[in-house]
């Protein structure tokens, strides 16, 4: 049972380069969620889905589409990448029902945007 | 979603007993109240959650008082690896739980 795992781990883009952030997660959940993390900030929600097919916009979505083709995976794209989108990339999962306030969280993205 | 209100940093020293209170003047009725912790590098993690009252687990305590606008995190006999940020937040239960992440307290324990 792996949890929530993301690749890649590290990656460094030029401006205008686009790429696909995965989270894959084992625990059968129906929600799931992408987050970026600037330098000693909270996390901030970019979007999220309540169940395969679905996606929704969080707080600073722009920049940034996503696609849950798979009740497991969670796909974060980047179209045309900016330094703005510099940042750690956390994605979580949590379940339907009343534990769905405790998210599990996977390692993190560092993204550099040069 | 309610807004929280956090000490930005807190010290302490291994052995004491650490308490961070979080406000959230303005938590609905379906709102419960989640502690993360998050160690540089890595994701949150979930430590405890509560509705009102005590909540204890094998790693924290949580307080509620009665009027639900503040709650207190007590990490009892903090160590070295008690370091870290702890964000608390609160939810609703009904529809999305889409969590609102404050910059936390940074909680720095010394030898």
């Known amino acids: 049972n792996a949890g929530v795992t993301q690749t890649p781990k590290f990656r460094v883009l030029k401006t205008g380069q686009s790429m696909t952030l995965l989270c894959a997660q084992d625990m059968n959940h129906e929600y799931m969620y992408w987050y970026r993390q600037d330098p000693g900030m909270g996390l901030r929600l970019i979007h999220y889905s309540v169940g395969e097919g679905t996606t929704a916009k969080g707080e600073v979505p722009d920049g940034y589409n996503v696609s849950r083709l798979k009740k497991q995976n969670f796909l974060l794209g980047l179209e045309s990448a900016a330094p703005s989108q510099t940042s750690v990339y956390f994605c979580a999962s949590s379940p339907l029902g009343r534990e769905r306030e405790t998210q599990y969280f996977g390692p993190g993205t560092r993204l550099l945007v040069l | 979603l309610a807004k929280t209100t956090q000490p930005i940093s807190m010290d302490s020293y291994e052995g004491q007993e650490v308490n961070i209170t979080c406000s959230h003047n303005?938590?609905?009725?379906?709102?419960?109240i989640t502690w993360y912790q998050q160690f540089p590098s890595q994701g949150p993690r979930f430590i405890i959650q509560g509705y009102k009252t005590k909540v204890t687990n094998e790693v924290a305590s949580l307080f509620i008082p009665a009027d639900r606008k503040s709650s207190t995190l007590s990490l009892p006999r903090v160590s070295l690896s008690d370091t870290a940020v702890y964000y608390c937040?609160?939810?609703?239960?009904?529809?999305?739980?889409?969590?609102?992440f404050g910059a936390g307290t940074r909680l720095a324990v010394h030898p």
């Open positions: 303005n938590i609905a009725t379906n709102d419960y």
């Open positions: 937040l609160v939810g609703e239960t009904g529809g999305y739980n889409k969590l609102i």
